[in-house]
């Protein structure tokens, strides 16, 4: 979608706003997919609200994108504009044992800062938080117990190595496709059915990791679709289990 209004246009510079017009989403999203609009850099969130309502005011749909490490976005001139928080050098703000950090900041180069400062045992609760999905959040403060940094780097060392020699990290994904059902893993039911490799055009379930989807060169988003409904199916025939989208799918 192209902002045509000339009174949007002007307004966006005042409210520190980017205007990136005709951007495709294939360059902002992990799995290297997605269809083309107008991108806008929110470069201070305060005036994220005003944004967000002049938008309203002039019914220009409109949706918000993260790091895009989660999520499938369809093919072809998409029907809103994208909004994205502009990454700055000054993320994250130390003040004792919390840390201030922007929604814009990167998660790996956050845990290693608070590290290096002895701080350590981030996340939320495993696939919860208290938030609606409809929330936005700007930023987050977190109380991060006191650690040693060369243990806090030891498990970041075991995590990464545990990823790496279980996921496909060095190819386009958007991580896991589907989540675990309660008391089962997605990828070994996948798996067991003989899947790795399997694809639908440019899509493939890896053979490293039988829940990763990846885009081998040239997927479109209905490759990727199709290959998740494909799998989804014969889940479905052979466990009787609903494989429910970890993956977030943007499509109308
Ligand atoms: N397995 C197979 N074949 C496969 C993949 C896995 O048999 O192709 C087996 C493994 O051997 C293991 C079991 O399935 O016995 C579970 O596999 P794994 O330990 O890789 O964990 P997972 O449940 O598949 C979850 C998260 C991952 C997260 C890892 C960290 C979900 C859906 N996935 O994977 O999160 O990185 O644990 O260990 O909860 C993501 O969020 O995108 C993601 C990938």
Not at 34 to 41: A, K
Not at 205 to 225: E, K, Y
Request: aromatic share 4%; hydrophobic share 40%; net charge neutral.
């Amino acid at each position: 979608m192209r902002i045509s209004e000339p009174k949007v246009v002007a307004a966006l510079p005042d409210l520190g706003v980017e205007l990136c017009p005709g951007t495709p989403l294939a360059e902002h999203t992990s799995l290297g997919i997605g269809g083309t609009t107008d991108l806008l850099l929110v470069h201070e969130h305060k005036h994220l609200p005003e944004l967000v309502s002049l938008l309203d005011r002039h019914a220009i749909p409109h949706r918000l994108l993260g790091g895009g490490t989660n999520l499938l976005v369809a093919d072809g001139e998409l029907p809103w504009v994208v909004l994205q928080r502009a990454r700055s050098g000054h993320d994250v703000i130390l003040e004792g044992n919390f840390a201030l950090v922007d929604a814009a900041a990167d998660l790996g180069r956050t845990v290693t800062y608070c590290a290096k400062n002895n701080l350590g045992g981030m996340a939320f609760e495993y696939r919860h938080t208290s938030f609606a999905p409809d929330d936005i959040m700007l930023s987050v403060k977190l109380e991060l117990p006191s650690k040693p940094f060369r243990e806090i780097l030891e498990g970041i060392r075991v995590c990464n190595e545990k990823r790496r020699s279980s996921q496909p990290l060095n190819q386009k994904s958007a991580g896991c496709i589907f989540k675990n059902p309660p008391g089962a893993s997605a990828g070994s039911m996948i798996d067991a059915l003989g899947l790795k490799g399997h694809r639908v055009g440019g899509a493939c379930v890896s053979g490293r990791h039988a829940n990763f989807f990846v885009n081998t060169g040239r997927a479109t988003a209905a490759d990727m679709l199709a290959l998740i409904a494909d799998v989804r199916e014969r889940v479905r025939a052979a466990n009787g289990a609903e494989l429910e989208n970890e993956v977030i799918v943007w499509k109308d």
